[in-house]
C-alpha cells in the first residue's frame, strides 16, 4: 500500500510504497520537541514528487541523521541516515502522511533520551 505525505505547505512531497510498520515515538531532545513519530523504511522505497532537495537539514548529537524541515512551513515530515548495515533509510514522520490515523497505529515507546 502507498502513502502519500510531505510538508504542509507542499514544497515537500513523497510516496512510500509500503505498509505501516514498526512506528516508535522517541522521547530524546529532539523527538519530543519536533512530536515525531518514525517509521523506518528504505529509501528504494520512497519517491520524491517534489522537494528532495528542498529542505533545510537539521542535525545534532553523532550529526549521523539528516533531519529534514521545509523552511516555508516549518513542518519535518522525515529524516535520512543509512542504517547500521549501510542501507539508506528514511525515518517517516507519519504525522506528515495524509489519511493516517495515528491514534489507530500501534506505536512502541524508544528511550531515545538514555542512548
Ligand atoms: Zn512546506
Known amino acids: 500500500m502507498a502513502h502519500r505525505g510531505g510538508c504542509h505547505c507542499g514544497a515537500i512531497a513523497f ?3 509500503a505498509s505501516i510498520e514498526g512506528v ?3 522521547n530524546c531532545s529532539l ?3 519536533r ?3 518514525l517509521w523506518f523504511v528504505p529509501r528504494s522505497q520512497v519517491t520524491f514528487r517534489a522537494g528532495e532537495h528542498a ?3 537539521y542535525r545534532f548529537n553523532k550529526h549521523h541523521i539528516a533531519h529534514h524541515f521545509c523552511p516555508t512551513c516549518g513542518c519535518a515530515p522525515y529524516a535520512a541516515a543509512d542504517a547500521p548495515d549501510g542501507t539508506p533509510t528514511i525515518a517517516v ?3 506528515c502522511l495524509d489519511g493516517v490515523d495515528v491514534h489507530a497505529l500501534d506505536i ?3 528511550d ?3 542512548c
Open 35 to 37: 512530536g515525531y513519530l
Open 108 to 110: 512502541k515507546p524508544v
Open 112 to 114: 531515545g533520551r538514555s
Open 93 to 95: 514522520n507519519v504525522r
Open 31 to 33: 523527538c519530543s520537541k
Open 15 to 17: 510516496d512510500v510504497d
Open 55 to 57: 529542505s533545510t537539514v
Open 24 to 26: 516508535i515515538e522517541c
